[in-house]
T-cell receptor, first 111, second 116 residues
């Protein structure tokens, strides 16, 4: 099955800094999502981005499907951005393809 | 639009007891997923339903875990008997599913299970 790797595992930044989180996947994908898991454990959808570039406020994401990676950009970080960011991907061309989560990037924003 | 609903939110049981979790997906979503998330790890898929049929249950410990999705809407996940290592958050998600539709998954708030 598809392998999903995230880097870095941990990231500590000062408020206002920018960050880039990376997700590498081992096969072609029909689903690539970025989530933010808040301190209460809720997985919040950030982007559904099997290919291309999307932006939502201070967050943006790019997936280069041919090179099998996706990047999540966070600009002007705020303390509320702290938490764990997960990338999840499903390979193949069927809705039955199993989605695999990476191990996450734990982001800590210091005031 | 209402999101994915799960209950209970928290459950504490003794080992060897049984427990059941309930999930109501987003209206119109054909595909429903149950995940197990152990502390410090990413969610792991346990079972995937397309309407009321099982698509993937390869990582479901079938000797103690069972799941059903009657009428292709609500779903229940049961553990019987529970072990200490089953302590985790159990997440339910749903997506539109099916060819030509979005595969984007939406998650419920989860059920935090503690087995003592």
């Amino acid at each position: 099955g598809i392998q999903v790797e995230q880097s870095p595992p941990d990231l500590i930044l000062q408020e206002g800094a920018n960050s880039t989180l990376r997700c590498n996947f081992s096969d072609s994908v029909n689903n690539l999502q970025w989530f933010h898991q808040n301190p209460w454990g809720q997985l919040i959808n950030l982007f559904y981005i099997p290919s291309g570039t999307k932006q939502n406020g201070r967050l943006s994401a790019t997936t280069v499907a041919t090179e099998r990676y996706s990047l999540l950009y966070i600009s002007s970080s705020q303390t509320t951005d702290s938490g764990v960011y997960f990338c999840a991907a499903a390979g193949g061309y069927s809705s039955a393809s199993k989605i695999i989560f990476g191990s996450g990037t734990r982001l800590s924003i210091r005031p | 639009e209402a999101g994915v609903a799960q209950s209970p939110r928290y459950k504490i049981i003794e080992k060897r007891q049984s427990v059941a979790f309930w999930c109501n997906p987003i209206s119109g979503h054909a595909t429903l997923y149950w995940y197990q998330q152990i502390l410090g790890q990413g969610p792991k898929l346990l079972i995937q339903f397309q309407n009321n049929g099982v698509v993937d249950d390869s990582q479901l410990p079938k000797d103690r875990f069972s799941a059903e999705r009657l009428k292709g809407v609500d779903s229940t996940l049961k553990i019987q008997p529970a072990k200490l290592e089953d302590s985790a958050v159990y997440l339910c998600a749903s997506s539109l599913g099916g060819a030509g539709t979005s595969y984007e998954q939406f998650f419920g708030p989860g059920t935090r299970l503690t087995v003592l």
